[in-house]
């Protein structure tokens, strides 16, 4: 990595953050504002579903457009865009699942099928899944289309776990939490770290969607009754607090590195 040049007009430094607890922290907590946030604006904020999807795929736009001309790991622009990746791949679920009329069944295989072809295509071209190595435009692209549809299957495959299978918002959440745990072993025992890192990635989404779904739901439907207002607020808060620190940590290290 640090043979890259960033003089380079197709190369510069990886763009995406290192993997850590913090990482994982604002991974779960985007998921769930995704879950949260789309319905506030849907519903709460009288938005409507197609007012929403349209506002949100502009700002995904917008916030990718300035992620994919960065040249190196910006933590607010990063962490932005999945955030709204988060609220989109939501939407593009809902789409299928209540405005079509799609089976929550057809809609987990179908992005399934798809991811595993975006990783083929991944790996066919570029010999690796690993995020450490997103160093060139074409594995940035391949990475958001990856990104965008784990949160749609995580959204379809959580739904049909909680209310198509019956497990309900807690043991949904108990259940994807479990799984998550689970790679985390597997990990510690030396497990492929890559195939690890995407599993898990997969699993934070239905994981952030149940705790967002028992979080905001009234109690008459299984869930504490906090409302979407308050936990979309509650999480984003958080969430700004972390990655302001992320932020104010990469300024400082590559300010350290500039003067050396």
């Known amino acids: 990595m640090n043979a890259l040049r960033t003089s380079q007009p197709k190369q510069w430094l990886s763009k995406v953050p290192d993997v850590t607890f913090s990482f994982w922290v604002i991974k779960i907590l985007s998921t769930t504002v995704g879950e949260t946030t789309a319905d506030f604006l849907a ?3 009288g938005l409507g579903q197609g007012v929403t999807r349209l506002i949100m795929g502009m700002l995904l736009a917008v916030a990718l457009i300035v992620q994919l001309r960065t040249k190196r790991y910006t933590p607010w622009v990063y962490w ?17 699942t209540d405005g079509l009329g799609v089976s929550l ?8 099928i798809l991811l595993v072809g975006i990783f083929g295509a991944w790996y066919r071209i570029e010999r690796t899944l690993s995020i450490q190595d997103i160093v060139t435009r074409r594995r940035e692209l391949l990475y958001w289309g990856a990104v965008l549809c784990t949160f749609a299957l995580g959204t379809a495959a959580g739904d049909l776990a909680t209310e198509a299978l019956g497990l309900g918002f807690a043991w949904g959440s108990v259940s994807f939490g479990a799984l998550i745990a ?9 497990g492929n770290v890559v195939l690890i890192f995407w599993i898990a990635y997969i699993l934070t989404r239905p994981f952030g969607a149940a705790l967002g779904d028992l979080l905001t739901q009234a109690r008459i439907y299984g869930g504490l009754g906090m409302g979407a207002p308050w936990t979309s607020a509650l999480f984003l808060t958080v969430i700004a607090v972390l990655v302001a620190a992320a932020q104010l940590n990469v300024t400082r290290v590559r300010n350290a590195q500039a003067t050396e």
């Open 43 to 45: 519903v709460n904020a």
């Open 80 to 96: 932005l865009s999945v955030v709204l990746v988060s609220v989109v791949g939501t939407q593009i679920t809902d789409l299928l």
């Open 105 to 112: 069944y057809f809609s987990t295989a179908f992005f399934a």
């Open 182 to 190: 689970t790679t985390y072993v597997a990990w510690r025992l030396g």
